[in-house]
């Protein structure tokens, strides 16, 4: 009997923020693949009777080639194994989820996917900044800034737009070029950034900056991936609505 793969986003960081659909079949796997963005809490969810596999990535350091990875889950399936593959945010979205399913599908392996909260809503949220907003943003946009041939030539002209949100994944490294290439393109140097590295997390750090100078204040501040990019005028209203780290209502009612 062949088995199935379960393609699950785990979330940014917060084990809270792992889908009960998500937890639920976690809890019930027999091999487990995960990535290295998935949060230690989250991997210590996972049953001890499971086998636990390490798949990958840090940037230029990947630890199982990709499309090893794609005949594994197909593999681990065959052999009839309720398989889950864990990935960081939302498989979907930067997480390479299609190219795995697509394997899937050529080799008659029943999927299903289970969505995650993807960085850019999960950083937003927890950082205080709504990537949207009435007066500010009517539209946001998620790019990334690394792309498969190691540049970051992206459609700057289109990324000059008023009343828009850009939110950068994997644009540290680039962030320099990104930044001089949209003043270039017409962006006002004073435009307001946000780098948030370790988004969600107890650990997590917020910059606040401008397109000019984000790139001075990333090296001043040593900030390491995982981090992403929120660039617009509603990065200005996180000095009035950041409350993560700030004791909340639950955690005063508890204690
Ligand atoms: C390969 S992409 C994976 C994105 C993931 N699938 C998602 O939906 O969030 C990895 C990039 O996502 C961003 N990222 C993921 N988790 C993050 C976090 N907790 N804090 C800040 N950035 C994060 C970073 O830009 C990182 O380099």
């Known amino acids: 009997m062949t088995g199935k793969v379960y393609l699950i986003g785990a979330g940014p960081g917060d084990p809270d923020l792992l889908t009960m659909k998500a937890h ?22 996972i049953p001890a009777t499971a086998e636990k596999l390490y798949v990958g990535k840090a940037k230029s350091l990947h630890s199982l080639p990709q499309e090893e990875i794609n005949a594994l889950l197909a593999t681990k399936a065959k052999e009839g194994k309720v398989v889950v593959r864990l990935k960081g945010g939302d498989p979907f979205i930067f997480g390479r989820g299609g190219e795995e399913l697509e394997e899937l599908v050529q080799e008659g392996v029943s999927f299903e996917v289970v969505p995650g909260v993807t960085a850019a809503a999960g950083c937003a949220a927890y950082a205080g900044i709504p990537l949207t907003h009435r007066d500010y943003a009517q539209s946001v946009r998620f790019l990334t800034g690394h792309l498969k041939d190691g540049t970051t030539e992206l459609p700057w002209n289109e990324l000059v737009h008023p009343a828009q949100t850009l939110v950068i994944y994997m644009g540290l490294t680039g962030l320099e070029s990104i930044s001089q290439s949209l003043i270039r393109f017409g962006m006002r140097p004073s435009m307001p950034v946000a780098i948030v590295e370790k988004g969600t997390s107890k650990d997590q750090r917020v910059f606040t900056s401008t397109i000019k100078d984000i790139h001075q204040i990333a090296l001043q501040n040593e900030v390491k991936s995982p981090a992403l ?24 009612k508890g204690s």
């Open 229 to 252: 990019l929120i660039i617009g005028e509603v990065v200005a209203l996180q000095d009035k609505l950041s409350w993560f780290g700030k004791s909340c209502l639950i955690e005063q």
């Open 24 to 45: 639920r079949l976690l809890t019930a796997a027999d091999v487990v693949l995960y990535d290295r963005l998935v949060g230690e809490q989250i991997i210590a969810m």
